[in-house]
């Protein structure tokens, strides 16, 4: 499949070439195969005219649980603790297989049409997830959530074992699995000591929640006199690759060393992180510090959306704020973190830049916006201005999955009602718990 999108502006990511305006990119099996600016000769399966569109590299989620989509809006105002102990994990324990894959397929949707190509998810029922990834044209990496005060904790390791043997590389590479241990908080150091070398053995990587929260890390230093970070770094978890941390938002100035050192990836939640008053991260000195980072959104129960674009922003004004200083995370590291740096964090080298030999995850942006007008700065209009609504456009290994804001690969009107109705009935206390 050959394919040509013509007359766009390109916001690459690449920083040797960062905009090419008028570009042309010309895609081939899946691959960007030429960026130019002029009009290159040959024959097209398909051109895509793009006068008046921003390209840019596809939105890469760094952190969430997409099947939480069922429960957007069911738990708000709280502390994460509270929430999760007297919500959450109740409400969750009556979710079945078939309501996680209609979970995700409507978290799936939203993400697609606000421009993210890539998210990476920590969920159970992972292989229904998985499912909803190959069939919607999403590029996912997935991990299974083990919680090690489930009595069925062993049991859900085996299956987790399972699931990386099956599905790592399906769909045409577009599954990756990683394992997915909750957190320090919630799996024992026997546990971690399981997934470490079961994640050894497979060659795959983990997922995990790392200092989220101050009464996180000092109920670590309590009962282990080390903190969530320097735990897992005694326990040799970091010596893999890759590893997701996700929030990591109470850091001293070693652990950030250590992450650094290890190229641990990083998912900063600046979204859900202020809506739970976890804190605000300590992204300048991460990133000072040359750590991969990457946005997340969490999952819709405690953000509640899944729009990088808006994390993107976030990312930029949060850190702003905090530090008073009106320089810190520019537009352009913002939308950098939005894109590649994701993609490194969770270990795809051939993701989030438009730049030959990678990925054609692709995102076309209507610039013919009042918010978008006059096109003084296009990384700007993106970062500060630009909103989900404004994607046109979506491709995933050069297929087109949006096209004119109309998804190809799903019924959406079917996703939305059967989401819907299944998280009436999950509320409602009309399905036995799973265990």
């Known amino acids: 499949m050959r394919l040509l999108i013509k007359d766009a502006a390109v916001v690459t990511l690449d920083p040797t070439r960062p905009l090419v305006n008028p570009g042309y990119v010309s895609i081939s099996d899946g691959r960007i195969a030429a960026v130019e600016s002029q009009l290159p000769t040959g024959e097209w399966d398909e051109v895509i005219g793009a006068q008046g569109l921003i390209l840019m590299p596809g939105l890469v989620n760094a952190h969430t649980h997409v099947a939480m989509t069922l429960l957007r809006g069911y738990a708000d105002d709280m502390e994460l603790m509270p929430w999760l102990q007297t919500k959450i994990w109740p409400i969750e324990s009556r979710i079945g297989d078939e309501d996680v894959y209609w979970g995700s397929l409507l978290g799936i949707a939203e993400m697609l049409l606000g421009g993210v190509t890539t998210f990476c998810d920590m969920y159970y029922a992972f292989d229904r997830t998985a499912q909803a990834v190959a069939e919607s044209g999403i590029r996912g990496v997935?991990?299974?959530?083990?919680?090690?005060?489930?009595?069925?904790?062993?049991?859900?390791?085996?299956?987790?074992?399972?699931?990386?043997?099956?599905?790592?590389?399906?769909?045409?590479?577009?599954?990756?699995?990683?394992?997915?241990?909750?957190?320090?908080?919630?799996?024992?150091?026997?546990?971690?000591?399981?997934?470490?070398?079961?994640?050894?053995?497979?060659?795959?990587?983990?997922?995990?929640?790392?200092?989220?929260?101050?009464?996180?890390?000092?109920?670590?230093?309590?009962?282990?006199g080390l903190s969530p970070v320097l735990a897992l770094e005694r326990l040799g978890l970091f010596e893999l690759q890759p590893v997701l941390a996700a929030h990591c938002v109470h850091l001293q100035p070693e652990e950030m060393d250590i992450l650094a050192r290890r190229r641990v990836g990083i998912a900063h939640n600046p979204g859900s992180n202020m809506k739970l008053a976890s804190g605000v991260a300590p992204l300048p000195e991460l990133l000072a510090r040359g750590a991969r980072v990457g946005l997340g959104t969490d999952g819709a129960a405690s953000n509640n959306n899944l729009d990088v674009l808006e994390e993107v922003r976030l990312a930029a004004l949060i850190h702003k704020s905090h530090r008073a200083d009106p320089t810190v995370i520019p537009a352009e590291q913002?939308?950098?973190?939005?894109?590649?740096?994701?993609?490194?964090?969770?270990?795809?080298?051939?993701?989030?830049?438009?730049?030959?030999?990678?990925?054609?995850?692709?995102?076309?942006?209507?610039?013919?916006?009042?918010?978008?007008?006059?096109?003084?700065?296009?990384?700007?209009?993106?970062?500060?201005?630009?909103?989900?609504?404004?994607?046109?456009?979506?491709?995933?290994?050069?297929?087109?999955?949006?096209?004119?804001?109309?998804?190809?690969?799903?019924?959406?009107?079917?996703?939305?009602?059967?989401?819907?109705?299944?998280?009436?009935?999950?509320?409602?206390?009309?399905?036995?718990?799973?265990?």
Do not use: K, N
């Open 142 to 224: 997935l991990s299974g959530v083990l919680l090690g005060f489930l009595p069925s904790a062993q049991e859900d390791l085996e299956a987790a074992v399972r699931f990386v043997r099956q599905w790592h590389g399906a769909a045409g590479g577009r599954v990756q699995a990683m394992l997915g241990p909750h957190a320090p908080y919630t799996c024992p150091a026997p546990l971690l000591r399981q997934v470490i070398a079961a994640a050894r053995e497979l060659g795959v990587g983990i997922h995990i929640h790392v200092a989220e929260t101050e009464q996180e890390v000092s109920a670590s230093e309590q009962s282990t």
């Open 334 to 435: 913002a939308l950098y973190l939005g894109t590649r740096g994701g993609a490194l964090a969770l270990g795809l080298e051939d993701v989030g830049q438009v730049t030959p030999g990678f990925r054609a995850d692709l995102v076309l942006v209507d610039a013919h916006q009042p918010h978008l007008v006059p096109p003084h700065s296009l990384v700007s209009h993106l970062v500060y201005s630009a909103r989900a609504g404004d994607v046109r456009t979506v491709l995933v290994d050069g297929r087109v999955v949006v096209r004119d804001r109309r998804l190809l690969t799903m019924d959406l009107e079917q996703v939305m009602a059967e989401a819907s109705r299944r998280a009436a009935e999950i509320i409602a206390g009309e399905r036995p718990p799973r265990r």
